[in-house]
């Protein structure tokens, strides 16, 4: 059996928790390894000691070392990697996630990586290692493993093909304790999903990624009876007082979701929320969920412009029906928290200005901005680039997980320009705050246009923070909010 270390940055990561999960089920002895390399709450990328988190690697003793990557922070899992090798040479490192599967090729390139896992990798993994191990010793396998590309004597071995999927209901429930060991405060939100995969291929997102990878876009979802035993166990090993559903679109299935609601009302009965798409949003949806106890369900909406959505998003949509999930929410009582982006190449301050009013029509608590952010092989690049909006050396910085400017997706994105859309940020992330008719006011005059505010903590921190504060329905503003004044009093003590 070997030693594996997982290393991950910033956040609980629902995906090296089953990881976790099934390694040491399967007997190998599992570490976790957390660093802060960006504050997720206020857009600031900070400067890890690379070095001293490869000590710690080195501490634990591993044989196998396990990366898991967004894009956004695989050059830091890179660094660290770098570091690790230089003081530990022989261990072997792996890099798994989706920019690692979006380009195995490149990602493999670097000298400090043995290995790239491509897609989901429960299977996968532990087929790795006891290949690995199958000499007597701890090696790279002679042979292809299923879902795996790893270098051996000069040579690539294995193709950039994913390796057989889980069965969901067969995956023993993640392996949360290393994880909620150092951010405490998540044990009181439970984070699950139950189940894997979107009905949609968007431009940018990385689901178009996978349904390229697979051949097929698909949903695999859990029974609820599996579903109902984890939230069972979370709720007496934990003393979890909320929960929070992190699938794609929670509310695809209306028949699992009325079994599920059901059983959850009797048989869990604590609040909870999740993410869905307005398609998937009917008056029977929104009386289930309320029913059960949900209070929050964030909303993908991304654009209001119904020519923007079709033509560049890739996304089907229907103001029409936006606006109908979001009364039939509002009217359950539910909190409506809708995902707006900027940035969108072929969008105008005018469409801004028409989405405003949109939303200052039907009101939702809460409008999150995201900026476009460029993610290596989603549709969009290609798109992009053929508008001529970024360029072929822009698209190799982006495989390699480089940022296009200093800012992130919650401060601009890969806008090169953001500034003509400060205006409209700061008017979308205090409507809910404002008066309909001040927001009128402001946009039929264009006085909001004075407002270029580009301060993260004035345009999007404080209005959250006070939204948060005076809706008891928003339990993921406040525990944002106490996140950060912990991290605060932490580095001031």
């Not at 660093?35 to 710690?56: Q, T």
């Not at 790893?150 to 995956?171: C, Q, S, Y």
């Not at 979107?198 to 599996?226: A, E, H, M, T």
């Not at 039939?328 to 072929?346: A, C, E, T």
């Amino acid at each position: 059996m070997a030693r594996i270390t997982f290393v991950y940055p910033d956040f609980e990561s629902l995906g090296v928790e089953y990881l976790m999960a099934v390694c040491s089920e399967a007997g190998h002895e599992v570490h976790l390894v957390y660093y802060e390399a960006e504050d997720a709450y206020l857009g600031k990328r900070k400067s890890p000691a690379y070095d001293e988190i490869a000590d710690r690697i080195c501490q634990t003793h591993p044989a196998v070392v396990a990366f898991s990557c967004v894009t956004d922070n695989y050059q830091h899992q890179l660094q660290c990697s770098i570091a690790l090798k230089r003081k530990s040479a022989d261990v072997c490192t792996i890099f798994g996630g989706i920019h690692p599967t979006a380009v195995p090729e490149k990602t493999l390139c670097n000298d400090a990586i043995d290995a790239v896992a491509v897609g989901e990798a429960e299977h996968a993994l532990l087929e790795f290692l006891e290949a690995c191990a199958s000499n007597g010793g701890f090696s790279l396998p002679d042979a292809p493993v299923a879902g795996f590309m790893f270098k051996k004597n000069g040579f690539v071995i294995g193709t950039p093909a994913e390796g057989k999927l889980a069965d969901l209901d067969r995956l023993p429930f993640p392996k949360k304790e290393p994880f909620l060991s150092i951010l405490k405060d998540a044990c009181h939100e439970y984070r699950i999903m139950t189940s894997r995969g979107c009905p949609y291929r968007c431009s940018y997102c990385f689901n178009s990624q996978i349904v390229d990878l697979r051949g097929k876009n698909s949903i695999r979802r859990r029974s609820v009876d599996n579903v109902i035993a984890e939230l069972a166990w979370a709720k007496e090993r934990f003393s979890t007082g909320r929960i929070l559903f992190v699938d794609d679109s929670f509310t695809t299935s209306k028949s699992w979701l009325s079994e599920f609601c059901d059983r959850y009302r009797r048989e869990i009965s604590l609040p909870f929320a999740c993410i869905a798409n307005p398609h998937y949003v009917d008056q029977e949806i929104a009386h289930m969920l309320a029913a059960a106890g949900c209070i929050n369900v964030q909303l993908g909406v991304q654009s209001l412009s119904e020519t923007l959505c079709a033509q560049t998003l890739e996304r089907k949509s229907s103001n029409a029906r936006i606006a109908e999930a979001i009364e039939h929410l509002k009217r359950n009582r539910i909190m409506v928290q809708v995902d707006h982006m900027l940035g969108i190449p072929g969008d105008t301050v005018a469409i801004q200005e028409d989405n405003a009013r949109f939303y200052n029509r039907y009101r939702p608590d809460l409008i999150s901005i995201f900026w476009l952010t460029y993610y290596p092989r989603t549709t969009i690049v290609e798109l992009a680039r053929k508008k001529g909006a970024i360029t072929e050396k822009e698209i190799e910085s982006i495989e390699e997980g480089v940022r296009l400017t200093t800012e992130s997706y919650l401060t601009g994105g890969s806008l090169k320009d953001p500034a003509p859309y400060y205006s409209v940020a700061f008017l979308l992330n205090w409507m809910p705050l404002l008066p309909r008719w001040s927001v009128t006011l402001l946009l039929n005059s264009r006085l909001y246009r004075l407002f270029k505010v580009r301060s993260y903590y004035l345009s999007t921190a404080l209005p959250r923070v006070i939204g948060s504060l005076l809706n008891k329905r928003d339990f993921r503003g406040r525990s944002h909010l106490i996140r950060f004044v912990q991290k605060t009093l932490g580095h001031a003590g």
